[in-house]
């Protein structure tokens, strides 16, 4: 089946722009997860949805962070004022929810702020 | 604070030699431990998980991982690599919080391999 999708692949953007990342998960996934990936750097959680429960924001870095599901389904990550920091691979991945249930990753959104 | 330590940023190895990577964690009960893999242009791939039992465990692809509680590791090793195998692993620890599986990742170890 078709696994968890991403667009766009790639974002070049210019300071001050907001941009919107989409994840599209596994259907039937009730869990959904955004990570960010910096150069050098391992992944680093953002926020976490499960069904209708209000999501985990713990790991947004700043204000300009925030993200919703729609529907239980489809997510998209909303950076608003982008700063060059912001610079990275931006990582979506979807489970069955569970407690040692695998979490599925899609290939990513390089986002790039000049 | 949980964190997981990957110490090789970079390794090379010969096509048909053996592999380990290590990976070390921080954490204050039995973890939930991960390895994925991410070739170039790739998202990551689940390569194998420890929750519980065998403290061996055998994943895909040839790749298998120890568990070492007593040194809070869990290296991977493969008996013979691939060229196909040159790509970053990630290490990485689950806590159960919060009803959920919330990663923290090493920052990666790079993966070259020669013919």
């Known amino acids: 089946g078709a696994g968890v999708s991403q667009s766009p692949s790639n974002k070049v953007t210019e300071k001050g722009k907001d941009v919107e990342l989409r994840c599209d998960p596994i259907s039937g996934h009730t869990a959904l997860y955004w990570y960010r990936q910096s150069l050098g750097q391992g992944l680093e959680f953002l926020i976490y949805?499960?069904?209708?429960?209000?999501?985990?924001k713990s790991g947004l870095p700043s204000d300009r962070f925030s993200a919703e599901r729609t529907g239980g389904s489809v997510s998209t990550l909303t950076i608003q004022r982008t700063q060059q920091e912001d610079s990275a691979v931006y990582l979506c991945a979807s489970s069955l929810g569970g407690e040692t249930d695998t979490q599925y990753f899609g290939p990513g959104t390089r986002l790039t702020v000049l | 604070a949980q964190s997981v330590t990957q110490p090789d940023i970079h390794i090379t190895v010969s096509e048909g030699a053996s592999l380990e990577l290590r990976c070390n964690y921080s954490?204050?009960?039995?973890?939930?431990l991960f390895w994925y893999v991410q070739s170039p242009g790739q998202g990551l791939q689940l390569l194998l998980k420890?929750?519980?039992?065998?403290?061996l465990v055998q994943g895909i692809k040839g790749f298998e991982a120890e568990f070492k509680r007593s040194q809070s590791s869990f290296n991977l090793r493969k008996p013979s690599v691939h060229w196909s195998d040159a790509a970053e692993y990630f290490c990485a620890v689950g806590p159960f919080s919060g009803g959920y599986n919330k990663l923290i990742f090493g920052a990666g170890t790079r993966l070259a391999v020669h013919p």
């Open positions: 954490y204050g009960a039995t973890p939930y």
């Open positions: 949805f499960q069904g209708n429960s209000a999501p985990d």
């Open positions: 420890y929750f519980s039992g065998d403290t």
